[in-house]
């Protein structure tokens, strides 16, 4: 089974920074998209980065700048460093991936981690 585990969510005050890890793990073939949603209060999911198994990146238009999205492969682990931080960014941050197991491709999301930013 597996199983996709945030952490390093917390308070910060605005301009502050954070770093976000997501680790995999279970019975993996491999790891294509690694990515990082959010949900704020009231709103809709929507995408902050993502990166493939090569390493390119995309980033939503919000982010650009003052996130950098990274993974390490032979961990399973993919990472949103969060530089000059605002209170807008105040969301749950869910990590996302699609993992071939045994079973096939399959869309993984961890239980998510809250990153409150204060003014």
């Known amino acids: 089974q597996v199983q996709l585990v945030e952490s390093g969510g917390g308070l910060v005050q605005a301009g502050g920074s954070l770093r976000l890890s997501c680790a995999a793990s279970g019975n993996i073939f491999s790891i294509n998209v690694m990515g990082w949603y959010r949900q704020a209060p009231g709103k809709q999911r929507e995408l902050v980065a993502a990166i493939t198994s090569s390493g390119s990146t995309n980033y939503a238009d919000f982010v650009k700048g003052r996130f950098t999205c990274s993974r390490d492969n032979a961990k399973n682990t993919v990472y949103l460093q969060m530089n000059s931080l605002k209170p807008e960014d105040t969301a749950v941050y869910y990590c996302?991936?699609?993992?071939?197991?045994?079973?096939?491709?399959?869309?993984?999301w961890g239980k998510g981690t809250l990153v409150t930013v204060s003014s």
């Open positions: 996302n991936a699609y993992i071939a197991t045994m079973h096939g491709v399959m869309d993984y």
